[in-house]
């Protein structure tokens, strides 16, 4: 029987939880980091081998940082019937949409911290990661939710979504900046695709209906497949107003995770963010999922993509944008659906898992910076937190979890992400190897 890669080396679950104090740091932390950063992935049980890395059992790693000091270090499993072995569907067919296993994004709002699995409900957590419980906003939530919510910068509603493979295919969500829902919609004409993210703009909600479809013969766990007979769309629907959407044929693909998406000023909307070809995600699949042929690294070749929608036209144009192997983007969120000079992401060059670090991408004159981590040495997500009285946009900090594979050990990077080039401002030391993990967020005090 083959290792799976997504436990092994630097993906191999730990087997316990631990908590330490008073973390070794060099360098400065800035001491507007004031708050708690929060990382979400898939670390199953001992013994358990889940036939998909999206399978395992969610753990949340999390730091403590407050006046220039590294408080605290925990990491606790997300306790769902999930965790135990509670299956998904009954016995009678129904689903338990509680038996979630809560490993994919991590988020905080109207008071409340949220583990998210887009399949099953969230799961809250208090401050020092305690499972509270299944959340359903007061009872007005009935379906799964997204694990990619997004909040907008100005009102700080919170736009997220269903989806399933069957009808209805997609349904509309938007809760107050206090976590009351307030909307909650059936979107026609959406199909039974993957829809792990999607985007918003000043005045729309941006939906991606692409390659990857409901396909009961996958095996995995995961019941979706590549389809070339599916017809790849992205979706622009009017914030306000009914719900109707405006479908724009574009060429085969896939997009897991959006960087940002806007609107121009001649009201095209711009749409951007690391794009599979057929290739990329079989590729990639073959790593989730452990099979022979599995590429080094979880990510098989997707790059940055852009996708400019034309309500005058009606039609779509694509760009590559970069040849560089990439995923997991960020930006600064005081951005998010306006237009955005800087995004960064985690590079994969040549798909291999040596020499990978951060990029940085300047939409404004296609150049791109990279912050390489050294050999071995695996960074996560890079996580926009501003600094105090930021005046311009990269005007901040990245937060990244490095695990150093040689060594058997973690560090959180804090780099400045005006110069990320430049060696880090700070760096904590953390008492045991994290292993490879999906989504976080920084919750300020």
Same mark, same amino acid.
């Given at each position: 029987?083959?290792?799976?890669?997504?436990?092994? @080396?630097?993906?191999?679950?730990?087997?316990?939880?631990?908590?330490? $104090?008073?973390?070794?740091?060099? @360098?400065?932390?800035?001491?507007?980091?004031?708050?708690?950063?929060?990382?979400?992935?898939?670390?199953?049980?001992?013994?358990?081998?889940?036939?998909?890395?999206?399978?395992?059992?969610?753990?949340? $790693?999390?730091?403590?940082?407050?006046?220039?000091?590294?408080?605290?270090?925990?990491?606790?499993?997300?306790? &769902?019937?999930?965790?135990?072995?509670?299956?998904?569907?009954?016995?009678? @067919?129904?689903?338990?949409?509680?038996?979630?296993?809560?490993?994919?994004?991590?988020?905080? $709002?109207?008071?409340?911290?949220?583990?998210?699995?887009?399949?099953?409900?969230?799961?809250?957590?208090?401050?020092?990661?305690?499972t509270v419980g299944p959340y359903?906003?007061?009872?007005?939530?009935?379906?799964?939710? &997204?694990?990619?919510?997004? !909040?907008?910068?100005?009102?700080?509603?919170? $736009?997220?979504?269903?989806?399933?493979? =069957?009808?209805?295919?997609?349904?509309?969500?938007?809760? &107050? *900046?206090? @976590?009351?829902?307030?909307?909650?919609?059936?979107? /026609?004409?959406?199909?039974?695709?993957? %829809?792990?993210?999607?985007?918003?703009?000043?005045?729309?909600?941006?939906?991606?209906? %692409?390659?990857?479809?409901?396909?009961?013969?996958?095996?995995?766990?995961?019941?979706?497949r590549w389809s070339d007979d599916?017809?790849?769309?992205?979706?622009? %629907? *009017?914030?306000?107003?009914?719900?109707? =959407?405006?479908?724009?044929?574009?060429?085969?693909?896939? =997009?897991?995770?959006?960087?940002?998406?806007?609107?121009?000023?001649?009201?095209? !909307?711009?749409?951007?963010?690391?794009?599979?070809?057929?290739?990329?995600?079989?590729?990639?699949?073959?790593?989730?999922?452990?099979?022979?042929?599995?590429?080094?690294?979880?990510?098989?070749?997707?790059?940055?993509?852009?996708? !400019?929608?034309?309500?005058?036209?009606?039609?779509?144009?694509?760009?590559?944008?970069?040849?560089?192997?990439?995923?997991f983007p960020t930006i600064n969120?005081?951005?998010?659906?306006?237009?955005?000079?800087?995004?960064?992401?985690?590079?994969?060059?040549?798909?291999?898992?040596?020499?990978?670090?951060?990029?940085?991408?300047?939409?404004?004159?296609?150049?791109?910076?990279?912050? *390489?981590?050294?050999?071995?040495?695996?960074?996560?997500?890079?996580?926009?937190?501003? #600094?105090?009285?930021?005046?311009?946009?990269?005007?901040?900090?990245?937060?990244?979890?490095?695990?150093?594979?040689?060594?058997?050990?973690?560090?959180?990077?804090?780099?400045?992400?005006?110069?990320?080039?430049?060696? *880090?401002?700070?760096?904590?030391?953390?008492?045991?190897?994290?292993?490879?993990?999906?989504?976080? #967020?920084?919750?300020? /005090?």
């Amino acid at each position: 029987m083959l290792s799976k890669p997504y436990l092994t @080396g630097h993906y191999e679950p730990v087997p316990d939880e631990v908590t330490a $104090h008073d973390l070794t740091v060099r @360098g400065t932390i800035p001491p507007e980091l004031s708050g708690r950063y929060f990382r979400n992935g898939h670390n199953p049980k001992p013994g358990d081998v889940p036939t998909h890395w999206f399978k395992g059992a969610g753990m949340i $790693h999390g730091l403590r940082l407050r006046d220039g000091r590294a408080e605290w270090y925990r990491n606790r499993w997300v306790r &769902t019937p999930a965790l135990d072995g509670a299956p998904m569907f009954r016995a009678d @067919g129904s689903m338990d949409l509680t038996a979630s296993v809560a490993g994919t994004h991590i988020i905080e $709002h109207g008071g409340r911290i949220l583990a998210l699995q887009e399949a099953n409900l969230p799961f809250e957590l208090d401050g020092e990661l305690n499972t509270v419980g299944p959340y359903d906003f007061g009872g007005k939530l009935t379906t799964a939710m &997204t694990a990619h919510p997004k !909040v907008d910068p100005i009102s700080g509603e919170l $736009h997220f979504f269903a989806y399933s493979p =069957v009808a209805p295919h997609l349904i509309y969500y938007v809760a &107050t *900046p206090d @976590g009351t829902i307030v909307r909650s919609e059936v979107v /026609d004409g959406a199909g039974p695709s993957l %829809m792990h993210d999607f985007a918003i703009t000043a005045n729309y909600v941006v939906w991606l209906d %692409m390659s990857v479809a409901f396909d009961p013969r996958e095996t995995s766990g995961i019941p979706y497949r590549w389809s070339d007979d599916y017809c790849p769309r992205i979706g622009v %629907m *009017p914030r306000s107003g009914a719900p109707t =959407v405006t479908w724009y044929d574009v060429e085969p693909g896939a =997009v897991l995770h959006v960087s940002n998406a806007h609107e121009d000023s001649a009201g095209r !909307v711009i749409v951007e963010g690391p794009r599979f070809d057929r290739s990329a995600w079989e590729t990639s699949w073959k790593w989730w999922i452990g099979a022979p042929g599995y590429p080094v690294s979880q990510n098989g070749g997707a790059v940055q993509h852009r996708y !400019v929608l034309d309500p005058a036209t009606g039609r779509a144009v694509e760009m590559g944008m970069d040849d560089l192997i990439t995923d997991f983007p960020t930006i600064n969120e005081d951005y998010l659906g306006r237009r955005n000079r800087y995004s960064y992401a985690v590079a994969f060059p040549g798909s291999s898992l040596e020499g990978i670090g951060i990029i940085k991408y300047d939409n404004d004159t296609g150049a791109r910076a990279f912050a *390489p981590t050294g050999a071995g040495r695996i960074p996560g997500e890079a996580v926009f937190v501003p #600094s105090a009285g930021a005046t311009t946009e990269d005007d901040g900090y990245l937060l990244t979890l490095v695990g150093d594979a040689t060594h058997a050990r973690s560090e959180l990077l804090i780099l400045d992400a005006r110069t990320i080039e430049a060696a *880090p401002i700070a760096v904590v030391e953390l008492p045991r190897r994290v292993p490879g993990g999906i989504h976080g #967020s920084w919750i300020a /005090d």
